[in-house]
């Protein structure tokens, strides 16, 4: 799970890791009124989503005096970031910068521990900079049963800072942020950047944390800061229904009674030239319910153009699933092409429960999956169908 900077940020001040000072805005208006609470001449506005790269998408800017700050506030507030629409932004005091650095704890599936990095390359995208330049990446594996002992904490503060007054400072930081990292369940705790202001103080300008769904139970707090996206909460609300959905960006819905069954579906298009929009497995009962809900979650993507169902029966019917389809298609009208492979117990009698219906009902798996994939492609017009 996500939060915002603002809000790393209160995580970070309550651990006593230095921060900027700044304001929570949702309106102009509240701009204005923190920009006098700051009453500093420069300020810094910046989009509150749950993405990075705001300041390359000019969520982040820097306002001289009153009116150019209301200029950039209306412009920021307006703005859609990688598909996050900004309905906050964060004023706060501007930093005169002398560095950037890059700091962050995450976790580390090799040695299977936290792993603490640090780049003199701060501000940029970490990953970038460790596709090009791997070697100003310096990483140091955390021992979970000692921790961040100050030896450790100088010797990293040391790949970033020449000065010892500096290393120091520097060296408490990465030791809080530990603290708060371990305390939270953080799969992530980033600064980028941390910086180095040009009267010598040390403090984080940037924060961003992520945290282990798994273990959100046990901070209520933080989980109450939880904001879904659109994509989520069909993940969610699929899930509360019993089934396993993954949204993908294909265009050939599926609907499988099984996860291995769905993941097979999904290679056999594309092994035929097809995407698959989604990852769904609707269980092992063919519950007519079942079916019209799972035909719903399908239908509701608008890219999708053709729904593959793949039935495999073993305790599941395939009758109970003919028929509990036809009922679905009498409650949703829909013109998008549906392929069927029903395969197993009472196979037969599901077949020809869809005789001469406008399904297009198929024996084996690579035979559905072919036609699936031509449908397709021979289908823009199903495009904008509608339930
Ligand atoms: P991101 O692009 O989403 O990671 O947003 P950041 O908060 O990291 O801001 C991007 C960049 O804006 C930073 O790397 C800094 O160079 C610059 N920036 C942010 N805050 C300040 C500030 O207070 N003063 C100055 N001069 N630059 C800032
Ligand atoms: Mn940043």
Same mark, same amino acid.
């Given at each position: 799970m996500k939060i915002h900077e603002y809000q790393a940020k209160e995580m970070f001040a309550a651990y006593g890791i230095p921060v900027d000072q700044s304001i929570i805005c949702r309106s102009v208006e509240d701009a204005v009124k923190a920009y006098e609470q700051l009453d500093v001449r420069k300020v810094i506005v910046k989009a509150q989503v749950h993405t990075g790269g705001r300041g390359k998408a000019g969520g982040v800017k820097l306002a001289n005096g009153e009116a150019e700050l209301r200029r950039h506030a209306a412009a920021i507030l307006g703005m859609d970031i990688k598909g996050f629409p900004v309905d906050r932004i964060l004023v706060g005091q501007a930093v005169h910068i002398d560095k950037e650095y890059y700091v962050s704890y995450a976790i580390d599936r090799r040695s299977k521990s936290a792993i603490l990095m640090l780049s003199? $390359? #701060? #501000?940029? $995208?970490i990953e970038e900079v460790a596709h090009t330049t791997p070697e100003k990446i310096h990483k140091f594996v955390i021992d979970p049963s000692i921790g961040v002992p100050d030896y450790l904490a100088r010797e990293a503060a040391f790949t970033l800072f020449d000065d010892i007054a500096s290393v120091r400072r520097a060296a408490v930081i990465f030791q809080k942020l530990y603290k708060l990292f371990v305390e939270s369940d953080a799969s992530l705790a980033e600064i980028n950047p941390l910086v180095l202001t040009q009267e010598g103080e040390i403090m984080a300008i940037d924060a961003k944390m992520t945290f282990d769904d798994n273990a959100l139970y046990r901070h209520p707090k933080i989980a109450a800061l939880n904001e879904p996206t659109e994509e989520e909460k069909k993940e969610q609300s699929a899930k509360d229904k019993g089934f396993s959905y993954v949204q993908l960006v294909g265009e050939i819905g599926c609907m499988v009674n099984g996860a291995g069954l769905a993941m097979a579906t999904m290679d056999m298009i594309r092994l035929y030239g097809g995407h698959p929009a989604n990852f769904l497995d609707i269980g092992g009962s063919s519950n007519p319910t079942k079916v019209i809900e799972a035909m719903k979650l399908l239908l509701d993507d608008k890219h999708v153009k053709v729904v593959l169902i793949n039935i495999f029966g073993g305790i599941t019917r395939c009758d109970d699933v003919a028929s509990g389809l036809l009922e679905a298609l009498r409650q949703i009208k829909t013109e998008v092409p549906i392929v069927i492979r029903l395969t197993g117990t009472n196979e037969k009698e599901g077949r020809a429960l869809l005789q001469g219906t406008r399904l297009h009902v198929a024996e084996t798996m690579g035979e559905a999956t072919q036609q699936a994939v031509t449908l397709s492609e021979q289908s823009p017009d199903a495009k904008n169908h509608t339930l």
């Open positions: 003199r $390359e #701060g #501000g940029m $995208e």
